[in-house]
């Protein structure tokens, strides 16, 4: 499937969730990162002025924030605002179950955050994403945000745990590992097909060191998947 076809399937999944799960009466509104939300936020854009002016849009990354404030929007965080109505995001991998893989692009902490202070979290993505286990189609491994200076002692216990394959993640454009928003590090701990994913979510933040795990349990209510002949599905719990 070509590029744009695919990006025409995140399109049609992003602005049908924007559509039925962004209300009127909605006033603090989270907005993932990703390729997928910004036609998330291009839906937003699309809304009526009025609606937009009266409703404050909390980002998850540097991102996110940076597309919204060049929209014109009002931007604030979960400090100002810890109630928040909706939370609309991507997924690297989304299972039977509405469980996800986040991380791909290194915001997941801030994500958990927003998506946990939502009173709905709903998830857009491409066909790709859809999966029956975790690890079928996403094979890079769990994100895992660490502090710099326990990363080498946390690998050491992911590899023990199972994941041999565990490595730093490394920036491609400059020498040296990739620094989230959070000023941390990112390891990418690969464990296979995934059957379980809350236990494996509560073993690992259990390690010292570890800061957030990209693995979204329990959490969703909604997920929209654009398909290849321009279709949207939509599962729920």
């Known amino acids: 499937m070509s590029s744009s076809l695919i990006e025409q399937a995140k399109q049609k999944a992003a602005y049908q969730a924007v559509d039925e799960h962004v209300l009127p009466s909605h006033r603090v509104i989270g907005v993932g990162s990703g390729s997928t939300v910004v036609h998330v936020i ?5 809304r009526d002025p009025e609606l ?14 940076g597309i919204l404030l060049d929209g014109g929007l009002k931007v604030g965080d979960v400090e100002q605002y810890p109630n928040v109505d909706v939370t609309i995001d991507g997924a690297d991998e989304v299972d039977s179950q509405l469980n996800a893989i986040k991380g791909g692009g290194g915001a997941h902490l801030q994500e958990k955050v927003v998506a946990e202070a939502a009173n709905k979290f709903v998830i857009v993505a491409d066909y790709r ?40 993640r490394m920036a491609v454009a400059k020498a040296g590992p990739v620094v989230t928003d959070n000023g941390n590090f990112l390891i990418d701990a690969p464990f296979g097909l995934i059957r379980e994913p809350a236990q494996l979510l509560k073993d690992l933040k259990l390690i010292t060191g570890v800061v957030e795990v990209g693995l979204f349990c329990n959490m969703a209510e909604i997920a929209y998947f654009g398909c290849e002949d321009g279709s949207v599905r939509i599962r729920t719990k």
């Open 42 to 46: 291009n839906r937003l854009l699309q």
């Open 52 to 65: 937009n002016a009266k409703t404050v849009f909390v980002p998850t990354s540097f991102q996110s924030r």
């Open 129 to 168: 994403k859809d999966s029956k286990l975790l690890g079928e189609q996403w094979t890079k491994g769990v994100p895992i945000e660490v502090v710099p200076f326990a990363w080498r002692a946390v690998q050491k216990k992911l590899q023990d745990m199972g994941s041999k394959d565990a490595e730093l």
